[in-house]
């Protein structure tokens, strides 16, 4: 059974530019979540999706967003890049929920902000 | 506001000692899920174990073990006969149940394992 994908691994954009990253789920698995790790704030959740909806927030600013698709793979966008969104960005998939089932991560995209 | 609390920054220990990280939450919840992840040196993180606030029983499993205390709000994690490969950084994290789309999971800051051969 194939892991969690996630696309690009790494990432270059400046400031000001826009990025969307990709994770495609284990199959089967209905939910979608997102988290940002930097050396300065750590792990941090950003949201989580199941079924194409968004079930829970971390505390980010609107600048980050998120949908899901119905085949569960989910997108991540973050607009307006500031220098403080360079970080690790992973995403985990479960078969249900966060809350209810164990979580497969992906391997993550580095996102660097010029 | 729920918060975690991993006092141990790094822990450095000789392969087949016991190691125990250590957890400490705060939440004003009687519902919340308390969990376990290790990120080795590769980056990927992986799930250790997911345990709700209605289950205090300790768990183990091989050379990981889990101590479950409401009391001192605790969770902490030990890891048996440690071997150069349990080199990790470990995170605890917590969830409060909240209510709809309320809730979230905070991270502690995580304890950095190295296991010396």
């Known amino acids: 059974k194939a892991g969690v994908t996630q696309t690009p691994r790494y990432l270059i954009k400046t400031r000001g530019q826009q990025v969307t990253l990709s994770c495609s789920p284990i199959s089967g698995h209905r939910s979608v979540s997102w988290y940002q790790q930097t050396p300065g704030q750590g792990l941090q959740f950003l949201f989580e999706y199941f079924s194409e909806t968004q079930r829970n927030k971390g505390n980010f600013p609107g600048r980050f967003s998120g949908r899901q698709f119905s085949n569960s793979r989910s997108e991540m966008n973050v607009s307006t890049l500031e220098l403080g969104d360079s970080a690790l960005y992973l995403c985990?998939?479960?078969?249900?929920?966060?809350?209810?089932?164990?979580?497969?991560f992906g391997p993550g995209t580095r996102l660097t902000v010029l | 506001a729920q918060k975690v609390t991993q006092a141990q920054t790094e822990i450095s220990v000789v392969e087949k000692e016991d190691v125990t990280l250590d957890c400490v939450y705060e939440t004003r919840d009687t519902t919340y899920y308390l969990f376990w992840y290790k990120q080795p040196p590769s980056g990927e993180l992986v799930f250790l174990i997911r345990r709700n606030s209605f289950d205090e029983q300790n768990e183990i499993s091989g050379r990981y073990s889990w101590n479950f205390q409401k009391s001192t709000s605790s969770f902490n994690f030990t890891i048996t006969a440690s071997q150069v490969v349990d080199s990790a950084v470990y995170f605890c994290a917590l969830s409060e149940e909240g209510g709809g789309s309320n809730y979230k999971l905070t991270f502690g800051k995580g304890t950095l394992l190295t296991v010396n051969p």
């Open positions: 985990a998939s479960s078969p249900r929920g966060l809350l209810e089932y164990e979580q497969f």
